[in-house]
């Protein structure tokens, strides 16, 4: 088995490739060793200690914990066992290497000054090209390959940015460079599922699918308003893609942001609420592979949702799942409500809920762009209000301007 392929492994299951996910749960720490049960074969089978093992690499990598090994799993559970330097790195076009040590290396090019896009241990073309001119600073032919030489001269240079994560100030320095206008920004909006797949199925006859379709065409209609280009992923007869296709969509575009939306359901109809998920390794106490603009946008969505529509707050997570990990923009995942929850599916069954979570998407995207000049409190600001508080921040900016001159 190998990233590519699409094999899912689960409890059960025996052979060859069971036998590579033991192997790298072993190296991970997450499975002891001579553990669980071979078939006939001699080939460890899928059992319950294995499928422990897999939710707990899961959790700690945060991706989706349901105990089973598809491609993404295995792609991070395989890129967990090389550390800088155990192997030769290089750009290979359409199938980027990734790994922890992919991870090390971006994170070591932003702390010395030079800019890999985002930290998501995938070796893309802004990785080669901040590698190469890493490269050439330093004397060495920037051919792109970190072989031993290029590992000499990483050992040689202490980092080059102090007093905080490195990717966070760069984060932090583009979007205050950009202004704090929404007008002229390209946001893609993901409506979850589609085509074929309609998602979840809850009570009061809610379909995920379409909910989510539906509350992302009352956002675009606002955003639209305030000079924002809306982009969507599907329409009401496509599904998308994957999670890969998506982001790559989303790239194509160059957005600023992206946006998933969907709902959740629970097995016992008991849990509610709504969540909002952004890319971080929960596991990486460095925050190096950590979208900052992604948090602070999935903290102030989530507590205007909150305070607009009533729903429980069940937080913001940092999750690596490939939507938010291959974005090379903030991408956040909206979770709004379970279907099968009656106080929540009630509520959104009412088109004045939608409204709600509609407004909070915008107001919390314009708070991300006022960063520091945010003085609102958490569900006051409104629409109308937003082109008067960005008149007057205009009006003291020239007057500042003016003084100074």
């Known amino acids: 088995m190998t990233p590519q392929q699409s094999v899912v492994l689960r409890r059960g299951d025996s052979g060859p490739a069971v036998a590579a996910v033991c192997e790298r749960l072993v190296l991970s720490g997450d499975l002891p060793g001579g553990s669980g049960h071979s078939d006939r074969f001699g080939d460890p089978v899928y059992d319950e200690h294995v499928e422990?093992?897999?939710?707990?690499?899961?959790?700690?990598?945060?991706?989706?914990?349901?105990?089973?090994?598809?491609?993404?799993?295995?792609?991070?559970?395989?890129?967990?066992?090389?550390?800088?330097?155990?192997?030769?790195?290089?750009?290979?076009?359409?199938?980027?290497?990734?790994?922890?040590?992919?991870?090390?290396?971006?994170a070591r090019l932003v702390e010395l000054g030079f800019t890999p896009g985002k930290v998501d241990g995938l070796h893309g073309p802004s990785t080669d090209s901040a590698l190469r001119a890493f490269q050439a600073a330093v004397g060495l032919v920037p051919d792109g390959?970190?072989?031993?030489?290029?590992?000499?001269?990483?050992?040689?240079?202490?980092?080059?940015?102090?007093?905080?994560?490195?990717?966070?100030?760069?984060?932090?320095?583009?979007?205050?460079?950009?202004?704090?206008?929404?007008?002229?920004?390209?946001?893609?909006?993901d409506p979850g599922h589609g085509g074929g797949d309609s998602g979840a199925h809850g009570l009061r006859g809610l379909v995920e699918g379409r909910l989510a379709l539906d509350l992302a065409r009352r956002i675009e209609g606002r955003l639209s308003a305030h000079g924002v280009s809306v982009v969507f992923t599907r329409t009401e007869a496509t599904d998308g893609g994957t999670d890969e296709e998506r982001a790559a969509f989303?790239?194509?575009?160059?957005?600023?942001?992206?946006?998933?939306?969907?709902?959740?359901?629970?097995?016992?109809g008991s849990a509610h609420g709504a969540a909002t998920y952004f890319y971080g390794h929960p596991d990486n106490a460095a925050h190096a592979d950590w979208s900052v603009i992604g948090e602070s946008f999935a903290d102030l969505l989530l507590?205007?949702?909150?305070?607009?529509?009533?729903?429980?707050?069940?937080?913001?997570?940092?999750?690596?799942?490939?939507?938010?990990?291959?974005?090379?923009?903030?991408?956040?995942?909206?979770?709004?409500?379970?279907?099968?929850?009656?106080?929540?599916?009630?509520?959104?069954?009412?088109?004045?809920?939608?409204?709600?979570?509609?407004e909070a998407v915008v107001v919390a995207l314009q708070r991300v762009y006022l960063g520091e000049a945010d003085t609102s409190r958490t569900g006051v600001l409104r629409l109308d209000d937003l082109r008067r508080h960005l008149e007057t921040m205009r009006a003291q900016q020239v007057g500042a301007e003016r003084t100074v001159g």
């Open 145 to 189: 390959t970190v072989g031993p030489e290029t590992m000499r001269a990483f050992a040689g240079l202490r980092r080059s940015v102090s007093g905080g994560s490195a990717n966070a100030l760069r984060e932090r320095e583009q979007i205050r460079r950009s202004g704090y206008s929404l007008s002229g920004r390209t946001i893609v909006l």
């Open 52 to 106: 422990q093992a897999v939710k707990s690499f899961q959790q700690r990598r945060g991706l989706i914990v349901d105990g089973i090994v598809g491609r993404s799993t295995y792609a991070v559970l395989d890129g967990a066992r090389w550390a800088l330097g155990d192997r030769v790195l290089r750009y290979v076009p359409e199938h980027f290497v990734e790994g922890d040590d992919v991870v090390a290396l971006q």
């Open 250 to 268: 989303a790239n194509s575009c160059e957005a600023d942001l992206v946006l998933s939306l969907h709902t959740d359901h629970s097995v016992t």
């Open 303 to 358: 507590r205007e949702v909150v305070a607009r529509t009533g729903l429980t707050d069940c937080r913001a997570h940092a999750r690596t799942w490939p939507l938010l990990r291959r974005t090379r923009m903030p991408a956040v995942r909206l979770d709004f409500g379970y279907l099968n929850h009656d106080g929540d599916a009630a509520a959104l069954a009412n088109a004045q809920t939608l409204d709600h979570v509609a």
